[in-house]
């Protein structure tokens, strides 16, 4: 019985390892608005590309990198406030651990956590990246450098 449970329980572990990516895909900024009254998809944009970083995963830092990109990105559309509540947002509503459609590596299973991306994930990662998003350096930086 026990050799039975220990096979389980190592193929629930590396299930996640072995699983498959799923194509990229955007709603935009989720369940923020795409822009202002007057500029309905001002940032837009700054989303899908965050929403690409989100798809592919990859370890806390990351991920990180990848909010404060969003944030950057909308305060460089003259949307200070705007930038500062969504990378707030981001934060607290985008972690791996909540099961939503939304969360840090939702390309892959639920369950991947932070795991960096190795690189057979990167390729995979490369060969479904969105040809409309810019493929930023803090997906494919080397591991361990945070800024």
């Not at 329980?9 to 590396?14: E, F, K, M, N, P």
């Not at 699983?19 to 900024?29: M, V, Y």
């Not at 493929?135 to 080397?142: D, E, K, V």
Request: charged share 20%; net charge positive; aromatic share 14%.
């Amino acid at each position: 019985m026990y050799k039975n449970t220990w096979t389980l329980v190592t193929l629930l572990v590396a299930l996640p390892a072995m699983a498959e990516l799923a194509p990229f895909r955007t709603d935009g900024c989720s369940q923020f608005p795409d822009g202002t009254h007057d500029q309905p998809s001002l940032w837009r944009d700054c989303c899908v590309a965050h929403d690409a970083a989100y798809w592919a995963g990859g370890d806390w830092h990351s991920r990180v990198w990848a909010d404060r990109q969003l944030e950057q990105c909308v305060l460089a559309k003259n949307q200070a406030l705007v930038g500062n509540i969504m990378f707030l947002g981001v934060r607290v509503g985008g972690s791996p651990f909540w099961p939503t459609r939304f969360r840090w590596g939702y390309g892959w299973p639920y369950g991947r956590g932070y795991q960096p991306l190795s690189e057979a994930e990167l390729r995979r990662v490369n060969a479904l990246w969105p040809a409309r998003v810019a493929r930023p350096a803090y997906i494919f930086r080397p591991a361990g450098v945070t800024e």
